[in-house]
């Protein structure tokens, strides 16, 4: 998907996407964010024993070694994909490379900063893909917004179902320290942001007709996401509403792709 967010990036800030461009930026995105997931697993091995047990590190079938290296390996591969594209690029992607590992070593543990820097991990793949091809232009910056409101409300939804773990490793998401309805105001409050701001491109013109179908079922999706999560803070509806929001921000995707035609 952040592969694919590196694509869509590129589309949306320029005209013409070399073929290099679109292969390279996936590849970029699609590595750096497996080096995140596995440095995630590794930091989080023991809130895993606790909250999924079942995970390579906490269950033993991967050592914690193996994790570091493979992270370094695809986390070096990532990079040079991105180089492939021009030093910008490059930058962009140290920059986020290091908010992945600021995260995971210690943001984490502070509650909605960590939220932000997950999301601001979400939002950069479609300002690399605008240094890709050109600059960034006011489209892509503006979905990098919508995926970055859209995604904060996800990992605070995300923590409702996280709190064992994350209590007994000092974690202080929203749902650790105020409760699990307080959680669900909060993320509620950011998806109906998202969904707020999505309106913006279609009244700019910035945007085809072909971009309103789409951005339609996305942001009835977060609505429904909302009145879900808001109806019913428990561990389960946070779980199953987190998976939807993935299936509304891909719609949303979609949706401005498409707005470029």
Known sequence: MIGFAVIVGEFISSTVVPANAA?????AGFLLL????VLNDYFDREIDAINEPKRPLPSGSV??????????ILASLGLLAAFSTGQATLLVAIFSLVIMISYNAKIKKTGLLGNVFVSMNVAIP????GFAV?????????????????????EVVKGISDVPGDTSRGVHSIAATKGNM???KYGAAFFISAVGLSVIPWLLGLVTSLYIPLVIISDVGFLLTSYSILSNPTPHSAKRN?????????????????GTF
């Open 134 to 154: 050109a600059r960034p232009n006011w489209t892509v910056t503006i979905f990098a917004l919508l995926a970055f409101l859209s995604s904060v409300g996800r």
């Open 126 to 129: 479609f300002i690399y893909g």
């Open 34 to 37: 497996a080096a995140s997931m």
């Open 242 to 258: 987190k998976k939807y929001v993935l299936v509304w921000m891909t719609f949303g995707l979609l949706a401005f792709l498409m």
């Open 63 to 72: 050592k914690s070694g193996e994790a570091l290296s493979f992270a370094l």
């Open 23 to 27: 292969f390279y930026g996936f590849v």
């Open 182 to 184: 307080i959680a669900a």
